[in-house]
């Protein structure tokens, strides 16, 4: 079964960089198109960046020219580069497998979450 952790959250000040960490157990990761979710309060969990086995990201408007996802298939690890982090990203962000659709496949980990406050 495939397992998610998620880590490298924190509290940072506007305009601050974090970078998030998704080790993923199982051996079907390299073959996934995997995402990253975020879930602010009192929100719906969306989907702002998705990165497929071939390399090909996407990325939601709000989060276009400040994140980056990256993912290393040796390691099992998939990434989020934020910059210029405003106080609206701040939230529980999750990563999970992102089909097409926009859709999660596997169980949720625990996330990690971000703070953006001065």
């Known amino acids: 079964q495939v397992q998610l952790v998620e880590s490298g959250g924190g509290l940072v000040q506007p305009g601050g960089s974090l970078r998030l960490s998704c080790a993923v157990s199982?051996?079907?990761?390299?073959?996934?198109?995997m995402g990253w979710y975020l879930q602010a309060p009192g929100k719906q969990r969306e989907l702002v960046a998705a990165?497929?086995?071939?390399?090909?990201?996407n990325y939601a408007d709000s989060v276009k020219g400040r994140f980056t996802i990256s993912r290393d298939n040796a390691k099992r690890t998939v990434y989020l580069q934020m910059n210029s982090l405003k106080p609206e990203d701040t939230a529980v962000y999750y990563c999970?497998?992102?089909?097409?659709?926009?859709?999660?496949?596997?169980?949720w980990g625990q996330g990690t979450q971000v703070t953006v406050s001065s």
């Open positions: 999970n497998g992102a089909s097409y659709s926009g859709s999660a496949y596997y169980p």
């Open positions: 990165i497929s086995s071939g390399y090909t990201t």
């Open positions: 199982g051996n079907i990761f390299s073959a996934s198109r």
